[in-house]
């Protein structure tokens, strides 16, 4: 069968597959059974000799914030080592022709059929590549800003993941930044250069997103204890830091013990700290030891997340005014220590 038929045939299978993406709504379980094979999804890894298959759970690509989860997967092999698995992997003496505009070459096509299961999806790193593997094998690819937050996870821990390969990134193809981590370091006002970024900022930026993500779990009970807060001592906190109202939570139970207040927005206020007391003179009382525990949580996230700041600052030669970086970077000089570039 010449290449036209053959493409032809691909055509006519892709015309009578699913649509490229699930309908909007749909549950973990459609978006399974859309994705094939329990929601498995097959990734085409390019690495600098040749091609790798993984498996990776496909519904991860289309959840919530998947753009800020994804990549915090893939920091080291502690994090990863339950997240994607290898299925193959292959050298190609002439890789730059495995996939070329008029089709795939056997060898790699033999390596995708044979690995992929009937209706499996197949995620690529390269919008041609989805073109060319749709148009000439018929296999419908998966290619989003998702799919390249696997791909720059795969590319953090290629050494780990394929110790086969012997050859390194090219300067093209090596860890830059992924959106994700991006996100996390915007929301502190940190900027980094693409290629500066190392194993130590990647580490720190995933304690920040940790930390974030350890706190927003803790919300629906901050939350609670906000309207509780309000009905005792008439204190709207719905704007505060999290830790000014754990404190608040906490000293609402224990009124004997002693905090620092401030103007920090960490901290109560004298006069803010002086109601709270008042309201448990009062006789408005909270569940003391969840309130205590709660306290214990976000001051403990706080103290990582502030460690993890300190070190950023040492790694980043400039942060903008006012920034969370720059603040750190402030402290860490009135203590006399240095925030020059350190490669990690």
């Not at 408005?284 to 990582?304: M, N, P, S, T």
Request: glycine share 8%.
């Amino acid at each position: 069968m010449g290449k036209r038929a053959k493409r032809d045939r691909a055509r006519s299978r892709l015309a009578t597959a699913p649509s490229s993406r699930p309908p909007p709504g749909t549950s973990s379980v459609g978006f399974a059974n859309w994705l094939g094979h329990y929601g498995i999804i097959l990734v085409l890894f390019e690495t600098p000799s040749g091609f790798a298959l993984m498996h990776y759970d496909g519904v991860k690509l289309f959840r919530p914030k998947a753009l800020e989860n994804i990549w915090s997967e893939f920091i080291n092999m502690d994090t990863a080592q339950n997240v994607v698995f290898l299925q193959k992997f292959e050298i190609f003496e002439d890789k730059a022709s495995a996939i070329k505009s008029d089709g795939v070459c056997f060898k790699l096509a033999k390596m995708i059929r044979r690995s992929l299961w009937p209706g499996q999806k197949l995620a690529v790193g390269k919008q041609e590549y989805k073109d060319i593997i749709e148009a000439s094998l018929g296999i419908h690819c998966l290619f989003d800003e998702a799919v390249l937050e696997v791909m720059w996870g795969l590319k953090n821990l290629i050494n780990v993941l394929l110790p086969d390969e012997k050859l390194e990134l090219t300067n093209e193809d090596r860890l830059q930044i992924s959106r994700g981590m991006k996100s996390v370091l915007d929301r502190y006002g940190i900027k980094i250069d693409a290629n500066l970024v190392n194993a130590g900022i990647i580490d720190m930026a995933s304690t920040l997103y940790e930390c974030d993500l350890f706190e927003y779990e803790r919300d629906p009970l901050l939350e609670y204890g906000s309207k509780q807060l309000q009905k005792a001592s008439g204190l709207d906190s719905k704007d505060w830091d999290r830790l000014k109202l754990a404190t608040a939570l906490k000293l609402i139970c224990y009124p004997e013990d002693e905090i620092e207040t401030g103007d920090s927005a960490e901290m109560l206020s004298e006069s803010e700290a002086g109601l709270v007391v008042q309201a448990h003179c009062n006789g408005h009382k909270l569940r003391d030891w969840i309130y205590l525990d709660l306290y214990k949580e976000i001051a403990w996230a706080h103290g990582v997340r502030r460690r993890a700041l300190e070190q950023l600052a040492h790694m980043v030669e400039e942060a903008p005014e006012g920034s969370m970086v720059e603040e750190a970077k402030e402290k860490l000089k009135l203590r006399g220590v240095g925030c020059g570039w350190t490669e990690t």
